[in-house]
């Protein structure tokens, strides 16, 4: 074992570790990803790529890539190089072990034949209508088919003619013969094989029959020498006959395990719902940042990190659950607080003029790279008589507890000067402020002032002679429900109008003038952005990964509290109740490290 030991353990670890002990499978470990490339993988599939990679990273064993290409009318060899990128951005690598189900047709023509010379196996006239009425229900047997007892003979030579291609699609399919009374229903003379002219990606014309997921998956496993075949809840039904196939055909047996798979609030975990939505237009492509995809996720600037981080968290369990999105953005937020520099970008500019500032004066002001990491440094970001600050940062009318700038009223700004507005100009046709009149005071340089005088809020800044124009694409949840695969109608009527909003005046520091693809910054006070691919040399488009605001955060702390309160005796909770009485009243702050960059509540 590795470095790897410490993460936590879970069922599928302490059942590998059982197996190990036993020498169950002579002491290896030897796991597989199996992705059908017939779409983008989402963060679902990061959870299993975790599991199966990270698994047998840990008890130094071998995890193979193998993808299941038994259908050739939906797979692409764009999904094909997509889901090699998407594993080694995560981190994971299957070095000279990959392998396609197509490898192993030759080899599954075969047991299906051998199946058949054993009696086990047939042709069947059935088409998919009729195969569905003669399964019966879940509360009652079906029926035989017709054709169940054909001679082996007969068999033989139905399959042998569609496998050369004498018949249409549809006409024939060779079927297990089991049981047709068997209380699962994937055991009721399951499909073996089907007929489908079609070409294949890797193997061309050569076959017009393909195995079905049930005979090829089992047998992929066994030929590749798996041990632990780790897979999800849907599939556990499907475990008997996975080892019914194997056992009836005396080959080498891995182990079928199911876990629970990843629900998330707020999206869909289906590549066919997903493939619809890009399909039909309503998202960019399957790596546009709404996306659940992999590829949409690195995309809008997460980190592997972080997914692998939101992976361990969620942990692995045998019950289905839905997980909290805010979970997700809370270990992107961590991850990037660690190591984004601290810019400042102003998406919706006001223009500031100070009036007594000189006019030609260019200041250098030192500004903190990121307080999390002083190794980190500083830069120069220059200041200048004419600014742009957020619309949202001044109310000519102030509401209670706006503490931002106003008439009359002193604010700082960040690294800066205190600055008082003192005159506010509008559009004589709409009444849109359109510039605001400040003075400066130039003994608060860097923020604080020898009188000792306070201000209640801090706000960001760019200098307008500096500035650099870029296009700022402001990304939210792709649905408005919680799980629109539960209401009744389209699950495309509960998609979020707003969950895209492009500002293209925006204006940022200097410094992210050569910004490159990829780079990933915290806009203070605003959240963390990612450069886009659409970034061009005469405008950068910067996509928003999160927000700043961190509603995981408080419900963990609310959860903490609660389990604080139930621990609480009542003895204890009196001595609360008598503290809070004697008390003055006043009110404590909770402590926040680097509270500008993380909340702007209070300004």
Request: hydrophobic share 30%.
């Amino acid at each position: 074992m590795n470095s790897m030991d410490s993460t936590p353990t879970n069922f599928l670890k302490t059942i590998v570790e059982n197996d190990l002990k036993t020498n169950k499978y002579d002491g290896r470990v030897h796991t597989r990803f199996p992705p059908e490339p017939n779409g983008y993988l989402h963060i679902g599939h990061a959870k299993a790529i975790c599991i199966d990679f990270g698994i047998a990273e840990q008890y130094g064993g071998l995890c193979n890539l193998r993808f299941d290409d038994t259908n050739p009318t939906k797979e692409n060899p764009e999904y094909i190089k997509a889901i090699q990128e998407d594993i080694h951005w995560l981190g994971f690598d299957w070095g000279d072990r990959l392998y396609y189900a197509s490898d192993y047709f030759d080899k599954m023509y075969e047991y299906a034949v051998q199946l058949i010379k054993e009696g086990k196996a047939y042709v069947c006239n059935l088409n998919e209508q009729e195969i569905r009425e003669y399964r019966g229900t879940v509360k009652q047997p079906g029926k035989e088919s017709p054709y169940r007892n054909r001679s082996i003979e007969e068999n033989l030579d139905l399959f042998e003619r569609m496998r050369k291609g004498e018949f249409e699609d549809g006409a024939y399919v060779l079927r297990a013969k089991i049981d047709m009374a068997s209380p699962n229903m994937k055991m009721r003379d399951p499909l073996i094989y089907r007929i489908r002219h079609a070409h294949h990606h890797r193997t061309g014309d050569k076959w017009c029959i393909y195995p079905m997921y049930d005979f090829a998956h089992c047998l992929e496993d066994s030929i590749e020498r798996i041990t632990h075949s780790f897979c999800t809840l849907e599939f556990e039904n499907n475990r008997e006959i996975y080892d019914w196939f194997l056992d009836e055909l005396r080959v080498y047996h891995p182990q079928q395990i199911e876990f629970a798979r990843l629900n998330l609030r707020y999206t869909i975990m289906s590549k066919r719902k997903l493939l619809e939505l890009v399909e039909g237009g309503y998202v960019k492509g399957w790596d546009d940042p709404r996306m659940p995809t992999i590829s949409g996720l690195r995309r809008r600037g997460y980190t592997p990190e972080s997914i692998r981080n939101f992976c361990e968290r969620i942990g692995v369990a045998k019950s289905e659950s839905i997980v909290d999105l805010a979970l997700l953005e809370y270990c992107i937020r961590e991850d990037l607080n660690k190591r984004a520099p601290r810019v400042m970008a102003v998406l919706r500019p006001l223009k500031v003029i100070i009036d007594n500032y000189p006019q030609n004066r260019v200041e250098e002001l030192d500004a903190v790279n990121n307080p999390e990491d002083p190794s980190m440094g500083i830069r120069k970001v220059p200041f200048s008589r004419v600014l742009y600050i957020e619309q949202d940062d001044f109310r000519e009318e102030p509401p209670k507890k706006f503490y931002r700038l106003a008439p009359g009223r002193e604010v700082r700004l960040r690294y800066a000067y205190f600055i008082k507005c003192v005159k506010v100009v509008k559009d004589k046709n709409t009444g849109k402020v359109t510039e605001l009149h400040c003075t400066y005071d130039p003994k608060t340089r860097g923020g604080d002032s020898p009188d000792g005088r306070k201000v209640k809020a801090t706000l960001h800044w760019v200098s307008a002679a500096h500035s650099v124009n870029a296009e700022v694409r402001l990304y939210d949840r792709l649905f408005t429900v919680e799980n629109p695969l539960s209401k009744k109608d389209d699950f495309k009527n509960y998609l979020n109008p707003k969950s895209l909003e492009i500002l293209t005046e925006c204006k940022l520091e200097p410094s992210l003038k050569n910004a490159s693809i990829g780079n990933r910054y915290q806009f203070e006070r605003k959240g963390y952005f990612c450069v886009d691919p659409d970034s061009s040399d005469k405008m950068l488009v910067f996509n928003r990964t999160v927000t700043l605001r961190d509603p995981w955060a408080k419900i963990q702390k609310a959860a903490e509290e609660k389990k604080i309160n139930k621990d609480w005796s009542a003895e204890m909770r009196n001595e609360a109740t008598n503290f809070q009485q004697n008390s003055t009243g006043e009110k404590f702050a909770p402590t926040c490290r680097d509270a500008f960059s993380h909340s702007d509540e209070s300004m």
